[in-house]
């Protein structure tokens, strides 16, 4: 039976497994200005997280 002569690596293989994923992410609401995000993220639209401002966003643009 074939054997990989290499290891492959993180990158390479959770690009091979992230094809199939059925599922959407969840979205949630920001406290701050009630647009949908990632969770655990800074929002892009206002630049809170976890009720703190941590991004000025009118900088970014």
Not at 4 to 14: A, E
Not at 39 to 57: E, M
Request: charged share 30%.
């Amino acid at each position: 039976m074939a054997v990989p002569k290499q290891k492959q690596s993180r990158s390479r293989t959770r690009r091979r497994r992230a094809k199939w994923k059925l599922t959407l992410p969840g979205l949630v609401e920001c406290s701050q200005c009630h647009e949908y995000t990632m969770p655990h993220r800074v929002c892009s639209a206002c630049g809170y997280y976890d009720g703190k401002q941590v991004l000025d966003v009118d900088k970014v643009d």
